[in-house]
Structure formats: C-alpha cells, structure tokens
C-alpha cells in the first residue's frame, strides 16, 4: 500500500515514477488489474497486424502478454528511465522484437498517422492531475496527431469525472466517436482488500471527417449492447451510476449490516427509465436462521410499494424476521413500466440479485423469490397531469393486498409518498359489493373493471389520521341530547383529494365545511378523479391557508366548532413533512384560539421525524391550547393533536370517552338524505389510544 501514490500529483511526476519502479523492483505493477481483465475489449478494438504506440507503459506484462500472442508491432514508451531499461533488459533475448524507449508521451518523436492504435493503462489518469489538467491535454493532443484515420485511443482509466470530461470532451470537439466499456469484477471474485471501483475502457475512434453530432455510447463488460447518450453530462452520469453500483456491489458481498437499508434503482437498457427498486435487508446477527436460507428476493405487488411493510425501515426489518432469511432483497416495481407476469420478473431480474448476495454464498446458488398470493399486482394510471405548485402527478387505480380497489392521487416529485387515497366501488353494485368479492376467483381478481364503472366510495376513510379527526367530533358532544340538533362548522385547511370533507358533509349531521385549498390542479384532480362536490354546506376557498385564517379573524364573526390544518410541507429539507413550520407558529395558533367556538376543538395532522423539532411544536400548542389528547398512527410516522380551547378535567376526560364515541356513532350511522352508502368506521376502537399530553 505504501507504494501506491499519496496524492493525485504525485501519479504525473517522473521523480514519483523513478522511486516508485526503483523500490518495485522485479514485481511487475499491473496498473488497474491484469492482461486477463481487459483482453476481450484490447482485442476487440486492435488488430494482431495493428502498430500500437503504448503510451505510459511502466513494467506492467501488458506489453509481453499482447506480444506473446501475436501482437508484434508494439512501440513502448514511458517517461522513466529505470524502467525502460529494466523491460528492455527482462526481454532482450525472449523478445527481441519488443521494445522499449524512454519518451515523454506530451511530445513524441513519430511522424503524423504512424499508428493504427494507441494505448493507454492509467497514464492518462496519472496525467490529468497535472497543470490543471493541461498536461493531459498535451499528452491527448499527441496521441490524436500520431494515429491515423480510422485509429482508436484505447485508455485503461478508474474513471474519475475530471479525467473523463477531460478527455471525452476533447474527442467530442474533434469529431471522433466516443465509446465506453465498464469493467466489473466477476460475481465471487470480490475480496475484503479488492478495489471497490470497476475499470472502464475508453475508446475513441479518429474520423476523416468530423461527426456533426456527437457519438457517445456506453457498454457493460466486454460485449455489452452499446447504450446511446446524445450529451457528455449523460454518459458521466452513466459512469457515475455504475461506479456507485460497484461500491454497493463490494460493500453487499463483504458485510451485512441490518441497520444500513442499502437500496439501488434498476433502469430500462433502451430508455433509461426506473423499472426495479431493490432495497436490502440484512436479519440482526445472532439470528436463527436455518441454514439453506441464505438469500431471497421479495416481489413488492404493484400498488402495495408505499405500504409501511415495504416501505418504511421498521417495517421492512419485520419482513425480512418473517421471511426469515439472512439476506431479503425487496424488489419494487415502477409506474409506466410494463411486467408481464411473475415468471418475466423472476428471469429479468435473476442475472442480477447474485451480485446482491450475501458474504460467502456460492454464486451457482439457487435464489428463491417470493410473494405475496403469487401474483404482481394490478395498477392502472387513469390520469397525468402537472401543477405549477407541486409538479408532475398521477392518479392510478390499484388493487390493494386486501382484494379492495383503490384510487390514488401522486405527486412524482415523492413516489413513496400517497397524497391521496379512496377506496373504489362498482358503480352500480355499492350495495353488494361485499358479497359479489367473496365469489371472485383468483384468475377474476388479478382484473379490474373498468374506470367509468368505478365510483368513489365516500363513507370509506383510508388514512387513519382522517378516521381519528372524524372520531375527535364525538367530543363536541354530537348525539347527546343537548346537541342533538346542533350544527357542526368546520374550517380544513388541506383538500387531497376530497375523502375527509366530503365524510364530514355526507356522515356528520349538519355539518357545514369550509376548506382552504392552495393549489387549483388539486381540486380540479379531486372533482374528476375522486368524486368531489362541493355545494351549499361544503365549500372551497381556493387560496393561502394562512392567509384565510388572517383574513378571517381580522373580519371576526366567524367561528368555528373545528379547525382542522391537514396540508403538508413542500420542503423536504425541514424534519417536519407536516404542517409548514409556518402554521404551528405561536402567532398563528393564538389566531385558530380565537376563531374557535367555546367548545371548539383545533385537530392538527402533525408528520414529525425531528423529535426536537416536535418537542418544540407541542411547546408551542401547549402554550395556547389548555388541554390536548394525542393518537399516534399505528405503523406510521403521522400523530393526531387534538386541543381544546376550554381546559378539561384531566381526570374526567378520557374514562368519559367511551360514552361519547357510542354516541356519536349512532349519529354517523343515521347518516344524511342525500347519502346513499354507510359509513365504514368505528369510533370506540379509533379513540381507545389516546392519551393525555
């Protein structure tokens, strides 16, 4: 190790060469890997009959190996003169033909196009950290002037971004065809001391007449299909993405670490689209786990990726415990992608998961993939649109682990993230709908009906936060005879796509709503997509959240039973995906305290990963709100905040909750007129968690 270069500069300078081959001695430094590693792409691109100039050539047996297989018209050169006279020495009577001479490679002796081929293992690498990258230039700029039309710059090279541009846009701006080869170390070969990083190859051929357009490709291994990039960012991009693939690769094959959550993206060869997302989850040590289960790989159906199970740590750490294997890699599949059954995963991605196996495990292997109900899911994109406020978006039809539909709104910019969920009934059978699933077989359920016999069904809650919001309204004292007949008004700040407004305006008796939406693509979304209606007594104020609440205590008169902030956060920078800092201000929260009625309740939807910056926001509410009960979400990161403007007895409110939730379910369960399902919820089972902050 001591032998390798303690700085980049050190790799072009010949007084670092001289001590470097000096202290070598006999041992031949086989600069990024040997003869065997690189001779499928060395014979691919030169010919035996070629004359090749081998610029940098130190005492690596490149030269030898080429030459004892015919290659007899090599020009060696290199900037040291210890090692051209120890390689002229070591093959003066083997090899008399092949010879070596001390040139400086930025300025050689040979006359224009005197070489079919030059080639290059490191030099350029060791040149690039020069001046700026001004030797290597000069040394690139001979090479183009020495080779004739038709030639190729072959380079042996680790790749390193400054070096690629470097020379990629030098031949870019000469016209020539650019092409790169990366070198991966084969499956089982990885050892705990290898060098992480794969070799590439660089070639790039001389044309008589410069291209117009750039000819950038890149390969994998020796003979892989060449991948067209029409600009240098994409191919460094390229070389980034499998540079960073190999570390992973070397770090998988050598250490597990349950904690470590390790995850790559696999792309479409032709159009270098998403279409694998594999996650790895290593079992804790000292687990039992039987012995032939070393390796698997589970298949995430189609619509199921943001569940907490596959989706989240703690609940991929309980998967892989289930499936109990040492390694578990959960592969998940991507929108616009086409799969066409189970098998035709299994064989797409099988060349690929050995290079994710585990420590020691044989590469001839059996890997078994598993799933759930054998199948890939189903999931369907019914619309695509963009908002000038939170990007691209689509809202998909998918059937959920549980048999049921689903529809759901997703902005792209966050993949793993529903913004929006309903459940989907036929639109002519809501009645039945329970008894026509149970007679479905299973070839029945991987289909789906189609979209325009699809209806929203309203009296179905999907997130649970929502289902505790709703089952807050039994403190109000809903279904008990003294409010019996009172009407409810509640201001949501927050629409999605409608399901929480519109339960509150079909279930709650006389419930008057008024939402506060920002973005007008999400309400357009939630009319056509998720069966939004407003009318008389739900309503949408489309504006600033924070703005309405100003506007509206700065008037006075308008009071509220139920303020309600269900908005997320678009700067994923802040440790708080929900609400904006801005809205659990103290200054804002004294505004929702005064706009409430002296039985009002202030619901906030709080989705807080900073444990400090959570201590800090219920500080805050607290120094507002007298009393508050809390409901964290099972299985995910949201809490409900439930505060109320008048104290209450803390010994008295929660034993009291039982009596109310009964209460207010039989006033849910009378429905209204104009509604014609059920609602599909428990308020007894929803509130028995709560706690007093």
């Known amino acids: 190790m001591s032998l390798l270069p303690r700085t980049a500069e050190e790799f072009s300078s010949a007084?670092?060469?001289?001590?470097?081959?000096?202290?070598?001695?006999?041992?031949?430094?086989?600069?990024?890997?040997?003869?065997?590693?690189?001779?499928?792409?060395?014979?691919?691109?030169?010919?035996?009959?070629?004359?090749?100039?081998?610029?940098?050539?130190?005492?690596?047996?490149?030269?030898?190996?080429?030459?004892?297989?015919?290659?007899?018209?090599?020009?060696?050169?290199?900037?040291?003169?210890?090692?051209?006279?120890?390689?002229?020495?070591?093959?003066?009577?083997?090899?008399?033909?092949?010879?070596?001479?001390?040139?400086?490679?930025?300025?050689?002796?040979?006359?224009?196009?005197?070489?079919?081929?030059?080639?290059?293992?490191?030099?350029?690498?060791?040149?690039?950290?020069?001046?700026?990258?001004?030797?290597?230039?000069?040394?690139?700029?001979?090479?183009?002037?020495?080779?004739?039309?038709?030639?190729?710059?072959?380079?042996?090279?680790?790749?390193?971004?400054?070096?690629?541009?470097?020379?990629?846009?030098?031949?870019v701006q000469l016209g020539w065809a650019v092409r790169l080869h990366c070198l991966q170390e084969e499956r089982g070969r990885e050892e705990e001391d290898s060098f992480a990083l794969p070799v590439f190859v660089l070639i790039s051929t001389k044309f008589r007449q410069p291209m117009p357009n750039p000819i950038l490709e890149m390969c994998l291994g020796d003979d892989g299909v060449p991948v067209r990039h029409t600009r240098v960012c994409d191919l460094l991009s390229a070389v980034r993405e499998y540079q960073a693939y190999s570390v992973l690769r070397k770090r998988l094959r050598t250490n597990t670490d349950p904690a470590s959550n390790l995850s790559l993206t696999l792309c479409d060869a032709k159009t270098g689209l998403p279409r694998y997302t594999l996650t790895v989850q290593d079992c804790p040590p000292g687990a039992k786990v039987p012995r032939p289960n070393q390796f698997a790989i589970f298949i995430v159906p189609r619509g199921s990726e943001t569940a907490w199970l596959y989706s989240a740590p703690e609940g991929r750490r309980q998967l892989a415990a289930s499936a109990n294997f040492r390694r578990l890699v959960i592969a998940s599949m991507h929108r616009n992608q086409d799969y066409t059954d189970m098998q035709a995963v299994q064989s797409e991605l099988s060349p690929v998961v050995m290079d994710l196996a585990p420590p020691g495990m044989l590469t001839n292997q059996q890997v078994p993939f598993l799933s759930v109900g054998g199948d890939l899911g189903w999931r369907e994109e019914v619309s695509r649109g963009v908002s000038q406020l939170s990007g691209e978006y689509c809202v998909e039809n998918v059937r959920g682990e549980d048999g049921e539909l689903y529809r759901r709104l997703v902005f792209l910019s966050n993949v793993s993230l529903v913004q929006s969920e309903s459940r989907l009934v036929s639109s002519n059978t809501a009645s039945n709908h329970k008894k026509k699933n149970k007679k479905k077989t299973k070839a029945a359920a991987a289909a789906a009906p189609p979209s325009a016999c699809l209806s929203v069904d309203s009296g179905f809650l999907c997130c649970a936060h929502h289902e505790v919001m709703v089952a807050g309204l039994s403190m109000l004292g809903a279904g008990t005879p003294q409010n019996k007949d009172g009407p409810v008004s509640v201001l949501l700040v927050g629409l999605g796509g409608g399901g929480l407004p519109q339960f509150l305006r079909d279930f709650v008796p006389d419930a008057a709503v008024e939402v506060v939406e920002l973005d007008p693509v999400v309400l357009q979304v939630a009319k056509d997509w998720f069966g939004f209606r407003p009318d008389d007594r739900l309503t949408v104020t489309l504006g600033d959240g924070l703005e309405r609440i100003c506007s509206l205590e700065k008037e006075g008169g308008h009071c509220f039973d139920v303020i309600m902030f269900d908005v997320d956060n678009k700067d994923s920078s802040v440790g708080m995906s929900c609400p904006p800092a801005a809205f659990v201000e103290t200054p804002v929260l004294q505004k929702v305290f005064n706009m409430l009625t002296p039985r009002g309740l202030f619901m906030l939807n709080l989705v807080c990963r900073d444990l400090l910056l959570r201590k800090n926001v219920l500080e805050r509410v607290k120094s507002v709100f007298p009393t508050i009960l809390s409901q964290r979400i099972p299985e995910e990161i949201n809490e409900v905040l439930l505060c109320f403007r008048e104290a209450k007895d803390a010994d008295r409110i929660l034993p009291s909750l039982s009596q109310a939730a009964k209460n207010f379910q039989r006033t849910l369960s009378c429905g209204t007129a104009d509604s014609k399902r059920k609602p599909h919820i428990d308020i007894a089972e929803i509130l028995k968690d709560l706690k007093l902050e």
């Open 15 to 171: 007084e670092y060469w001289e001590r470097f081959f000096k202290k070598r001695g006999e041992r031949a430094f086989e600069w990024y890997g040997d003869y065997n590693k690189i001779c499928g792409v060395l014979h691919k691109y030169i010919k035996v009959q070629d004359k090749v100039l081998v610029v940098g050539c130190g005492n690596s047996e490149l030269s030898e190996q080429l030459y004892d297989v015919g290659y007899k018209h090599l020009t060696n050169i290199d900037i040291s003169e210890t090692v051209v006279a120890h390689m002229n020495q070591r093959n003066s009577e083997r090899r008399p033909d092949l010879t070596f001479h001390q040139v400086d490679a930025t300025q050689t002796p040979y006359e224009d196009a005197s070489f079919q081929a030059a080639l290059d293992k490191g030099t350029l690498d060791a040149m690039a950290s020069e001046e700026e990258g001004a030797l290597a230039r000069r040394m690139i700029t001979e090479v183009s002037r020495v080779l004739k039309v038709g030639g190729r710059y072959v380079c042996v090279t680790l790749a390193q971004e400054s070096v690629v541009k470097l020379a990629v846009e030098h031949f």
